[in-house]
């Protein structure tokens, strides 16, 4: 009796990885919380939203700065624009080095699962000119701000049948970081200037852009 083979994975949060998002993520919420009279800074973002819920995030900033507004309203306005603005980067985004990180997982029959909070039809257009089964274009429903929490990890691989111990998350923050590792994900980081200050500590190597050698990160990772 022939056994099912087993897949390996990777997991990249695109749009904090191979889209600097954490900055797009940053404006976007300066703008909306100038309307409501909130000088917003990294500072306060490190204090009340990096690595946490946005309603509940937004709900605490609110209350700390007596401003009255609607968190959930301001959540879901803030997550739309994001999806918005990553979803524009999408035209763009083959570039040689994923192209080429992509091809060497998949030529050792390694699953590449891009997760966005973007719109996954268009990525999925994106990727259609890859023709290749082994990369699979996911739509992200985590409500954090920046990456997301253990249990968002342990839903992606759950949705893309990848068993946590064979899969690498490639992700773009300290705090995604250490929710892979929750996960039990093992984890790579690509960290923008925008949460340079955050601890990537427990990341089995950190690069400053996406490239293609993180590819052979993984491979290293893997033990293949």
Request: aromatic residues 6%; charged residues 30%; glycine residues 8%.
């Amino acid at each position: 009796m022939s056994e099912e083979k087993v897949t390996r994975g990777v997991i990249v949060e695109v749009d904090f990885t191979m889209i600097d998002g954490a900055s797009i993520l940053f404006d976007i919420t300066k703008e909306k919380l100038a309307g409501l009279g909130i000088d917003f800074s990294i500072k306060l973002e490190a204090l009340h939203l990096a690595g946490g819920k946005m309603q509940g995030g937004f709900t605490e900033l609110l209350e700390k700065l007596g401003k009255e507004a609607d968190a959930v309203e301001l959540a879901n306005d803030i997550q739309a624009a994001f999806k918005e603005e990553v979803t524009k980067r999408f035209s763009s985004l083959m570039t040689s080095d994923v192209r080429n990180f992509i091809k060497k997982l998949t030529d050792r029959e390694i699953k590449v699962v891009l997760s966005t909070r973007g719109d996954v039809e268009v990525l999925k257009e994106v990727c259609a000119e890859l023709d290749n089964p082994l990369v699979v274009p996911y739509a992200d429903t985590s409500k954090t701000y920046g990456g997301g929490k253990w249990d968002d990890w342990r839903r992606t691989l759950s949705a893309n049948t990848l068993a946590n111990i064979l899969t690498v998350g490639i992700t773009g923050s300290g705090h995604g970081v250490k929710a892979a590792l929750l996960a039990s994900v093992a984890a790579i980081a690509v960290v923008h200037d925008h949460v340079a200050y955050q601890d990537f500590g427990g990341a089995d190597v950190a690069f400053d852009k996406f490239e293609e050698k993180i590819a052979d990160e993984v491979i290293r990772v893997m033990h293949i």
